[in-house]
């Protein structure tokens, strides 16, 4: 790898076209039921959460639904444990959160047309090397996108920490509010989860396309700090691309 070097995109990429998404535009409203790839520390608090706000869920994992008895019991009837081809299939929308390494198993066509959030980071320790993304030719979630072409991928939840999904949300309009990222080639998808976000207790942050979406992976200022929508903006602005 080499030394850290500026992408000609960056000078594109200001603070004022990173957009706040106003919550809710064009989301339909029949989104109820969310699936869920991964049931690790991401899954699980993302789950939680979108049980207490009223949603249904389908959680998968890799090793069967018999091992995640303990957490359905603790989401009670709102939640199903499932195969990840079933929790592909029933959500209206469907999270991916396991490991990177993981995402070529993600089954396609039960995910044909829909939205897919991809929390997914890079972490080459965890992951093994994965040339593009050494080589700052690739993101995460394009990865997951080009694995999924006939899905719609935004990338949601990967610069928060698992356990303050639940405890950092605040109501709209509150002072100083947390503000998460998200980015995808689709506008629907990233409508989406600015409602998801908002109903989290979140504002929302646009990047753009995927392929500017190495903003907010790791090591970059905005990954995994508390900052309020202005503050994510700057930091969004400030990244330089590694490679
Ligand atoms: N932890 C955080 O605070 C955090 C924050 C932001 C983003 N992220 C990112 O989000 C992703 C998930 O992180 P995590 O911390 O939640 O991971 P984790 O705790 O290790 O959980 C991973 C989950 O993925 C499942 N899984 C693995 N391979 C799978 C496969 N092939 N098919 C279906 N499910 C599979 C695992 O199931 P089994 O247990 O049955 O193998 C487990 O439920 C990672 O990319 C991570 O970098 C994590």
Known sequence: MGGVTESPRCARVTRRNLRNIRAGDGVPPHM??????GAGHIG??????????GYDV?????????TLAGLMAELGTRARAA????????????????PLRSYQDIPVEPLAGKIVIDTNNYYWERDGRIPELDKGEATTSGLLQKHLPTSKVAKGFNHIMAKEIGTDGTPAGSANRRALATASDYPEAAELVAKLYD???????????????WRVERDRPAYVIRQNAAE????????????
């Open 32 to 37: 109820t039921t969310i699936g869920i790839i």
């Open 44 to 53: 699980s608090q993302v789950a939680r959460k979108a049980v207490e706000l």
């Open 58 to 66: 389908v959680v998968s994992n890799s090793r069967g639904p018999e």
């Open 83 to 98: 195969t990840p081809a079933e929790a592909a299939a029933a959500g209206d929308f469907v999270v991916v959160t396991v």
């Open 199 to 213: 109903e989290f207790g979140f504002d929302t942050v646009n990047i753009g396309p995927l392929d500017e979406s």
């Open 232 to 243: 994510l903006k700057d930091n969004l602005a400030k990244a330089t691309r590694t490679i």
